[in-house]
């Protein structure tokens, strides 16, 4: 096992580009949480799956951003147009759907648009 | 989800004990209380849980008071490696994942 995997761990973009992450999770968890945490704040919840399903999604996700997990294992976050504002740490988390069971948490993708 | 206060800083000496507190005035009956903590450049790392029961684990002990209106995390032995952003979150058990983290404590172990 080797934990929450986030791919790629730096990405710089031009304003007006779309970027994609990936996520691939622990391979036994069924729940997968997307966080963007910028400088000095904790992490923001954005959206989670359960398998395929995406069950909650935060305000703070524009229509600009969109998540997939298509299998129910790996997922991807994709931002549209992306805007200096996008600039942020995007985290993946990953946990079992049980009483209570920790969040695994990657090493996130800093995103930098220039 | 009720909504946590935590000092925006804290020093600990090495080797003593660090005592990070938390109040949560507003905790509901079924709401755990769980701290996380985040090494710089890396993602937040689970540390301990509890709902009224003090909580030991090989990390740190957690000490929530009667009313559960606030608690203390406790790192026995600091260490340098202990330097992080230490978070106190409150919420359900149905959703372990979905976490609201708020700026947390920045814990500087100094030698």
């Known amino acids: 096992d080797t934990g929450v995997s986030q791919d790629p761990r730096h990405k710089i973009t031009k304003r007006g580009q779309n970027v994609t992450f990936r996520c691939d999770p622990i391979?036994?968890?069924?729940?997968l949480y997307w966080y963007r945490q910028t400088l000095g704040q904790g992490p923001e919840f954005l959206t989670y799956?359960?398998?395929?399903?995406?069950?909650?999604k935060s305000r703070l996700l524009s229509d600009r951003f969109s998540a997939e997990r298509p299998k129910g294992s790996f997922s991807t976050l994709e931002i549209q147009r992306t805007e200096q504002g996008d600039s942020a740490m995007y985290l993946c988390?990953?946990?079992?759907?049980?009483?209570?069971?920790?969040?695994?948490f990657g090493q996130g993708t800093r995103l930098t648009v220039v | 989800d009720a909504k946590t206060t935590q000092p925006p800083s804290m020093d600990c000496a090495e080797g003593r004990a660090a005592n990070l507190p938390c109040n949560h005035s507003t905790i509901s009956g079924n709401e755990y209380v769980y701290w996380y903590r985040q090494i710089h450049s890396q993602g937040p790392q689970y540390i301990i849980h509890?709902?009224?029961n003090n909580e030991t684990n090989e990390m740190a002990s957690l000490i929530i008071t009667e009313d559960r209106k606030s608690s203390t995390l406790i790192l026995p032995h600091a260490t340098l490696r202990d330097t992080a952003v230490y978070y106190c979150i409150v919420g359900r058990s149905s959703n372990t994942g979905k976490l609201i983290f708020g700026q947390g404590t920045t814990l500087q172990v100094k030698p």
């Open positions: 509890g709902l009224k």
């Open positions: 988390a990953s946990s079992f759907d049980g009483t209570y069971t920790e969040a695994f």
């Open positions: 391979s036994e968890h069924n729940r």
């Open positions: 799956f359960q398998n395929e399903a995406q069950l909650e």
